[in-house]
């Protein structure tokens, strides 16, 4: 599946409104892109997509990123160093396992929803919303190749 196709119009609303309302509650940020291929390795080029989405840049270090290749069927959650130092070491498994169990039906938007409110209600735990909060990077969906 294409990636601009992989999720319908109210999905891709769904999917911006779930990330807007994970970050009414913290002051992490958090970001999806679809890809069409994963790549060599689907970790690494979340990475690459990372930092060429430039969410490395934001202040308390705490972006987190949905990297999906839909063609490939494969994704991949990372977040940045703020984030990953403090969550338990499982956190991101379980964000991949819950968001399986959708994948598994090909209920696509409701999984990233749920992955999204997942690392939201952690994000919320170690990142308190601040005052002044400043949207620090688009809620809108990403296309980037992998790199
Ligand atoms: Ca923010
Ligand atoms: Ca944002």
Do not use: H
Not at 89 to 111: H, R, T
């Amino acid at each position: 599946m294409e990636a601009k196709s992989f999720l319908s119009v109210e999905e891709c609303r769904n999917v911006i409104d779930a990330i807007a309302e994970a970050e009414n509650n913290c002051s992490g940020e958090i970001r999806v892109n679809i890809a069409n291929k994963a790549g060599e390795n689907v970790m690494e080029s979340a990475v690459n997509v990372f930092y060429s989405l430039e969410m490395d840049k934001t202040l308390r270090k705490n972006g987190v990123l949905f990297f999906i290749a839909s063609e490939d069927r494969r994704f991949a959650v990372i977040g940045d160093e703020g984030i990953n130092n403090v969550v338990p070491e499982n956190f991101w498994n379980d964000v991949c396992a819950l968001m399986i169990e959708y994948f598994k039906k090909e209920e696509f938007g409701a999984g990233l929803v749920a992955g999204i409110q997942k690392c939201g209600e952690k994000l919320a735990e170690f990142f308190p919303p601040v005052d002044n909060d400043i949207d620090e990077l688009p809620n809108e969906i990403a296309y980037e190749d992998a790199k």
